[in-house]
């Protein structure tokens, strides 16, 4: 069920022992929030899921949509028939046709490349003419949150985020500033995400293990 962000900030509140709203605001919590969301969304980015329609642009280079985090797919093209999609590794797209950055450029994409190092980028083949658009599935970061709305990720990530955004708090209060419970907070909500490297596996583009492309 999903969890109103109020009764987050509530929650928090009552943890601070600061129900008297005197040491930070209810705009100070709301911005620890959205810190905490946008920090688990780039150390887990499958914390946010989005499949939706990506434009491509002329060549065969291509980026993710402003607010993504790191592709997971390109599932299908939009175009009738809607035709599938593999990944390749782009070491055997070079074995079998050096040259293929260079082919006729066309709509439909028939496989890509992804590049774990640039998480933000990948390439198609054949090289795109500019018109075509695919399905993509990728992390993102979910628009910025107000007093209103809901929590927009899985109630699995609530205890971390709770675990940031009092780390958060903590650090902002600039009178008291106890770095000692941000450092605290700060571990225990790595510690719930599972860490960096549990990250990486979790969001690795497949591999394919398919002979040459073209």
Known sequence: MAIAVDVELAKARADLVDENVVTWTEDDLLECLNEAIRATCQLRPDAYVITDAVTLVAGTIQTL????????????????????????DQSLLDESYRFWPGNTRQ???DHYCADPRDKLQF????????????????GATPPTLTHSDLLPLGDQYEPALYARLLAAAYRKDTQRRDLAKTTGYMQQWE????????????????????????
């Open 107 to 109: 709509s439909e994409v």
């Open 65 to 88: 949509p402003a607010g993504a985090t790191s592709i997971f797919d390109l599932i299908e093209n939009v175009a009738p028939p809607q035709k599938s999609i593999t990944q390749v």
């Open 191 to 214: 510690r719930l995400l599972g860490g960096g490297a549990q990250a990486e596996r979790a969001v690795a583009p497949k591999v394919s293990v398919s002979e040459g492309a073209t």
């Open 123 to 138: 390439r198609v083949y054949p090289p795109n003419d500019g018109t075509g658009a695919v399905v993509s599935s990728y």
